[in-house]
C-alpha cells in the first residue's frame, strides 16, 4: 500500500511541476517533387484488340446480398492511339450480348437474359460504343466519354482509364503492345432494361445500375528492326 502511495504522489508532482517549452514548430518540408513516370516507347498507330488478354465484366446488386457478376465472351475494339497526345485517342468496341457468360446458370436463365425483358439480343444484336472525348486526369489516367449504345438506345457513359503501359515489341512478340484498365457505371433503365428494378427504398429486386469493369490488352504497329 505504500509503494501505491508513494507512486501516487509521484504522478501528481510531475503533473504539477512545469514542463519544458513546447518546440517551435518547423515548417514543413517541402514536398518531394513527383516522380515522372519512365518514357512509355509505344509507337503512334492503329491498334487491335488482343482478345486473349481482356476481358469485359459487368455486376449488378441482386436483393441487396450481393453483387452479381457475370460477363460477355465476345467482343472487339479498334484504337487509334498516341501516347504523345492521348487526348486525340480514338476507340470503337463492340460487344454480342448473346455471348454472355453465367456463374452457374439454372437452366432457361441464359435465355432469359438475352430474351425480351431483359438485353433483347434478337433485335439489338449488338452493344456498341464509340468515343467522343478523352480528358487526361494524369500521368497515366484519363476520362473517357462515349456514345453506348444499349438496347437499341444510345447515352454518352464515361469510362476511367488507366494506362497499364506497353512496349514497341518483342523478338517473341514482334508488334507494339498495349494494355488499359477501365471502369464505368450507368444505369440500365436509362437504356429501357427496367424489369425488376427495386421500387425506391427496397432492394427486392436486381440493382438499376450497372458497374463494368475491363481489362484489355491491344496490338499495334510491328516492331521496326532497329539497324545492328
Known amino acids: ?31 518531394a517533387a513527383a516522380a515522372k513516370p519512365a518514357p512509355v516507347n509505344v509507337p503512334a498507330g492503329a491498334y487491335t484488340l488482343d482478345k486473349m488478354h481482356s476481358t469485359v465484366v459487368f455486376r449488378v446488386n441482386h436483393l441487396g446480398f450481393s453483387n452479381y457478376t457475370a460477363a460477355f465472351a465476345q467482343f472487339d475494339a479498334k ?18 450480348p448473346r455471348s454472355l457468360t453465367l456463374p452457374a446458370p439454372p437452366a432457361g436463365f441464359k435465355d432469359e437474359l438475352v430474351g ?31 456514345d453506348f449504345t ?10 476511367d482509364v488507366i494506362f497499364n503501359g506497353g512496349y514497341e515489341g518483342h523478338p517473341m512478340d514482334p508488334n507494339a503492345r498495349t494494355g488499359f484498365s477501365a471502369t464505368g457505371v450507368f444505369k440500365r433503365s436509362d437504356f429501357g432494361i427496367a424489369y425488376g428494378v427495386p421500387a425506391p427504398g427496397s432492394t427486392m429486386g436486381v440493382g438499376d445500375e450497372v458497374s463494368v469493369a475491363i481489362e484489355t490488352e491491344f496490338s499495334g ?8
Open 1 to 31: 500500500m505504500n509503494k501505491l502511495i508513494a507512486a501516487t504522489l509521484l504522478l501528481a508532482f510531475t503533473a504539477c511541476s512545469p514542463q519544458p517549452a513546447a518546440k517551435k514548430a518547423e515548417a514543413p518540408a517541402a514536398p
Open 79 to 96: 484504337l487509334n492511339f498516341d501516347p504523345a497526345k492521348p487526348e486525340l485517342t480514338t476507340l470503337e468496341a463492340t460487344i454480342d
Open 116 to 146: 425480351p425483358q431483359w438485353l433483347n439480343a434478337a433485335q439489338y444484336p449488338a452493344i456498341t460504343f464509340k468515343s467522343t472525348k478523352v480528358e487526361v486526369t494524369g500521368a497515366n489516367t484519363a476520362k473517357v466519354t462515349g
Open 150 to 159: 444499349l438496347h437499341g438506345v444510345t447515352k454518352p457513359v464515361v469510362l
Open 221 to 228: 504497329p510491328p516492331l521496326v528492326q532497329k539497324p545492328a
